[in-house]
């Protein structure tokens, strides 16, 4: 982090020649993201964060930043569930190339398992694939559609990190 003159209201990250940056992350959930992509620090690239950044856009926000990184769509489908207003911005020499925002569909399909070990999408024999409706977006809430079961953002986090 690089402190300008007036460092009391301005907070300054390295720019990054190559990679991703994930931005508007809601304040506190950049470990969140980092979990959920699996990044754990030992796979070699650089990764800065910054959490509880002042935004304009959401009061405060949490960044993270991705050297030599890009993600899969599976990857912003997973974003999305814990960071549904994040910017996703790839970055090739130093400059932005594509900037999207995530977006939480109304239906996601195949990307959680039903915690209701009754729930026919857990049955090997059954050829359903696991379907939510989202309820809220913040907090993040979803319902399975086959057993109505409510799944809460911490369940939805921890699915990530088994």
């Not at 209701?116 to 907090?139: A, D, F, L």
Request: hydrophobic share 35%; proline share 4%; net charge positive.
């Amino acid at each position: 982090m690089n402190v300008g003159d007036d460092s009391e209201s301005k907070i300054r990250i390295v720019k990054i020649k190559n990679g991703t940056v994930i931005d508007h992350i809601a304040a506190g959930h950049a470990l969140d993201v980092l979990q959920i992509l699996g990044i754990t620090g030992k796979e070699g690239n650089v990764v800065s964060l910054g959490m509880n950044i002042r935004s304009s856009r959401i009061s405060t926000k949490d960044i993270v930043k991705l050297e030599d990184r890009y993600l899969k769509e599976n990857e912003v489908a997973k974003i999305a569930l814990v960071a549904p207003d994040a910017t996703i911005n790839t970055i090739r020499d130093s400059k932005i190339e594509k900037k999207t925002r995530v977006e939480l569909p109304t239906t996601i399909r195949n990307v959680i398992v039903c915690p209701n070990q009754r729930c026919v999408t857990n049955k090997e024999r059954e050829p359903i694939q696991p379907k939510y409706e989202v309820i809220t977006k913040t907090p993040m809430k979803v319902k399975c559609e086959y057993c109505w079961t409510l799944i809460d953002e911490n369940d939805i986090i921890s699915q990530f990190t088994r």
